[in-house]
């Protein structure tokens, strides 16, 4: 399986894009030392400067159809969470869809970016990105009060070696299961670690603002929400606050 480590590089996201488009095989990984132009959700930048955090991007070719991307979108949250709670011992929780949180600050964040042709599937692209060894001195202003690192949680400088290799072992075994078994198992674990559920949110999306209490996900991986008024909705896509 191909892995690659890269010294600089505008972003992984796009590294393992030209290798899945050469053929490469399901699994390849790209990770940086430092990111140029980090992309996060809703083309935001990601901050990444070299040897503070874990960058990497991970091809994924599943055999399921596209309308399961946002499952995989949970299994990669789910797998970083629980990678990270083995590994340090950091209490951290999901915030759906898939930011990693610990003590209510973003310590990871996922892009999952698919291609398609002919309305079809042809591959995802996992983009992890971890903040490991920041201290607060190193974040900008706009970050600090919502961002945390690994090494702010435990007062340790964490190895992201093997770091980054329990996230990879974490997903090559929950993406084993999913095609195994199916998402019911995935979901359920992510339920136990979620931080969102049995409490009310904010969601903002493209249809607008919707406020409510977070029931769970249901078997596409879409959030369940409680309206104020009773009704409940299915939120596909978006941003929750708590
Ligand atoms: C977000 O929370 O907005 C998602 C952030 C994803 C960042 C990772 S770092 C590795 C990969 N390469 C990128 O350019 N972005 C993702």
Partial sequence: RQAIIMQSTPSTQGEVQQ???GGVSEGAVV????????????GRRWYSPPGKGIWMSILLRPQQSLRNTPQLTLLTGLAVCRAIRSFTG?????????DVLVNGRK???????????DHELRYCIAGIGVNVNFDKQDYPE????????????????VDRTL???AILTELEQLYDMYQKQGFNVIAALWEALSVSLHRDIKVSNAHGIVEGTALGIDSSGALIVQKKDGERITVFSGEISL
């Fill in 142 to 157: 706009e970050l600090s009060p919502i961002a945390t690192s690994l090494q702010i949680e435990t007062g340790k400088t």
């Fill in 90 to 98: 950091v209490d951290a929780g999901i915030k759906w869809p898939n």
């Fill in 163 to 165: 770091l980054a290799a």
């Fill in 19 to 21: 290798l899945a488009d």
């Fill in 107 to 117: 310590i990871c964040g996922i892009l999952m970016e698919s291609a398609l042709e």
């Fill in 31 to 42: 990770l940086a030392e430092e990111q140029t132009n980090g992309r996060g959700r809703y």
